[in-house]
């Protein structure tokens, strides 16, 4: 079982930026950051395989955002840059405990954090 713990959700201006952090109570192989809001589907932001750190960005953020992760710390952050109004989500962390092939599909992760809400106003 892993745990992940979210932080760093809050309310900016259209522009800002803000900064997500996950950290695992142990090491996993993939982890992720996707993005849900209501009434609507979880959709992939950003993952990136832990061992060699390659990554994944959804187009609409791959300017914008970015992944990077602390193995010593367990830790995967998202840093928003240039944030839109309709980037305004509840953002979760996920981890896996294999190499996914595709780190922006939910359906590869296992374990999942509480959720953070992002809100961005015009």
């Known amino acids: 079982q892993v745990e992940l713990v979210e932080s760093g959700g809050g309310s900016v201006q259209d522009g800002g930026s803000l900064r997500l952090s996950c950290a695992a109570s142990r090491s996993t192989y993939s982890m992720g950051w996707f993005r849900q809001v209501p009434g609507g589907e979880r959709e992939g932001v950003a993952g990136i395989l832990t061992g060699n750190g390659a990554t994944a960005l959804a187009d609409s953020v791959k300017t914008r955002f970015t992944i990077s992760r602390d193995n010593a710390k367990r830790t995967v952050d998202l840093q928003m840059d240039h944030l839109r109004p309709e980037d305004t989500a509840i953002y979760y962390c996920?981890?896996?405990?294999?190499?996914?092939?595709?780190?922006?599909?939910?359906?590869?992760?296992?374990?999942w954090g509480q959720g953070t809400q992002v809100t961005v106003s015009s």
């Open positions: 996920a981890a896996s405990g294999r190499n996914l092939g595709s780190l922006l599909r939910p359906s590869g992760y296992n374990y």
